[in-house]
Nanobody, 122 residues
Framework: QKQLVESGGGLVQPGGSLRLSCAAS????????IAWFRQIPGKEREFVAK????????LYADSVKGRFTISRDNAKNTLFLQMTSLKPEDTAVYYC???????????????WGQGTQVTVSL
């Protein structure tokens, strides 16, 4: 079965850092675009960042550009999101997702992880 599993979320103070991981199993990410989304209860799911697996090309939302870095480990079939200079506004459930289609719309993504909670607070 195809599966994505996120980990690494937690509580961090403003200005702090976290690294999220997304491990894929049951399929290779080689031919996918894989992305991070986040969602606050009552809000629409928001695009954060994505990487085209084969090329390594990346795209970031303006809200996280310069603070977050998306990367991948081909051997481990795993996606990462390194988050620095975290703000309270970054508090959300973070999801990884894979798609064979273009775009940053969540509706275009086929496979999703269960999500991991990130809370930025004093």
């Amino acid at each position: 079965q195809k599966q994505l599993v996120e980990s690494g979320g937690g509580l961090v103070q403003p200005g702090g850092s976290l690294r999220l991981s997304c491990a894929a199993s049951g399929f290779s990410l080689e031919h996918y675009a894989i992305a991070w989304f986040r969602q606050i209860p009552g809000k629409e799911r928001e695009f954060v960042a994505k990487v085209w697996w084969s090329s390594g090309n990346t795209l970031y939302a303006d809200s996280v550009k310069g603070r977050f870095t998306i990367s991948r480990d081909n051997a481990k079939n795993t996606l990462f999101l390194q988050m620095t200079s975290l703000k309270p506004e970054d508090t959300a459930v973070y999801y990884c997702a894979a798609s064979r289609t273009a775009g940053t719309n969540a509706n275009n993504y086929d496979y999703w992880g269960q999500g991991t909670q990130v809370t930025v607070s004093l």
